[in-house]
């Protein structure tokens, strides 16, 4: 199976439906909330900056643009109209944000108009990022800001001990939905090669906290999956969604993964095209 967040609007409609709420529920956990405010705050940008988050999903992240990173405008673009429309209806009464459907690979916007561009958990989705970040630069300001984040997925993991099976749900999940695992790993190379200077590099820890509701999506998504593939009968996926909640009812669950983000500038003197390898 293909990542479906490549091509998530050719998607049944439920499908993207699900996805959106699994994004909603990431968006709003304080552990996720921490990770964007740590390498949103303190960019510098100018009064009056104009924001675009490529690949806005369900828009809570394009909002941090304005309340966390401090533009005065902030625009989304994102292929999914399930995901737009419902970013249009979260953030409904407030006229400084904007969403339209759009591809991070081609947008409308043009050149040396923009002050940050925000990539945060879009990469590791992409075939052929570096389509994406060329087109970031493109459409930045001279001295403009690239913000990056996404998952080291290689680290996620509900693994509480030696040959746990829900583990092995998780290792599924980022199998079926990620195509990038190493994207963090291997972004300073593209950045540079396009002519990005390299600003902070940051690691974050996230640790399910709460109710986990959103490892507890990745759990049950996987679980369907697993079943729609034939790996498991259904009563085996049930039993392993339910194990999952008779963790957090004991205290005893536990999910995790790092996050990387990277903030990088286009030089005053940019060049407007890509850099020759
Ligand atoms: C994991 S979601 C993240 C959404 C949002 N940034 C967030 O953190 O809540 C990845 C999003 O990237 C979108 N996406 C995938 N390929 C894209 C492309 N070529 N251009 C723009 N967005 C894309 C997907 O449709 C999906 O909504």
Redesign the pocket.
């Known amino acids: 199976m293909s990542d479906p967040?490549?091509?998530?609007?050719s998607e049944e409609k439920a499908a993207?439906a699900r996805?959106?709420d699994a994004?909603?529920a990431?968006?709003l956990e304080p552990a996720?909330i921490a990770i964007?405010k740590a390498y949103l705050t303190d960019l510098g940008l100018p009064e009056d900056a104009y924001a675009v988050?490529?690949?806005?999903?369900?828009?809570?992240?394009?909002r941090d643009l304005i309340t966390t990173a401090g533009a005065a405008r902030a625009h989304?673009?994102?292929?999914?109209p399930v995901?737009v429309k419902r970013a249009k209806e979260h953030v409904a009464a407030d006229a400084r944000l904007s969403f339209a459907i759009?591809?991070?690979?081609r947008t409308d916007l043009e050149d040396a108009s923009v002050d940050l561009v925000?990539?945060?958990?879009?990469l590791?989705?992409?075939p052929g990022p570096e389509?994406?970040i060329g087109e970031a630069f493109r459409v930045l300001k001279p001295g403009g800001i690239l913000a990056v984040c996404d998952g080291d997925y290689d680290t996620a993991t509900a693994q509480i001990a030696d040959f746990d099976p829900l583990d092995q749900i998780i290792r599924f999940m980022i199998n079926q939905n990620v195509t990038n695992l190493w994207i963090m790993r291997q972004i300073t190379g593209m950045l540079t090669e396009f002519g990005f200077e390299l600003g902070a590099r940051r690691g974050h820890g996230y640790v399910a906290e709460g109710d986990a509701a959103y490892f507890l999506t990745v759990i049950d998504r996987g679980a369907d999956r697993m079943v729609e593939t034939g790996i498991l009968f259904r009563e085996t996926a049930e039993a392993l969604k339910r194990e999952a909640r008779s963790r957090l009812a004991a205290n005893r669950f536990f999910g995790f993964m790092s996050y990387v983000s990277h903030i990088a500038l286009k030089p005053m003197a940019g060049l407007n095209e890509r850099r020759p390898v």
């Open positions: 967040y490549s091509n998530l609007a993207q996805i959106a994004m909603d990431r968006c996720q964007r988050e490529f690949g806005s999903g369900t828009g809570h992240v394009t989304g673009i994102e292929p999914s995901m759009g591809d991070a690979k925000l990539m945060h958990t879009l590791c989705h992409v389509d994406v």
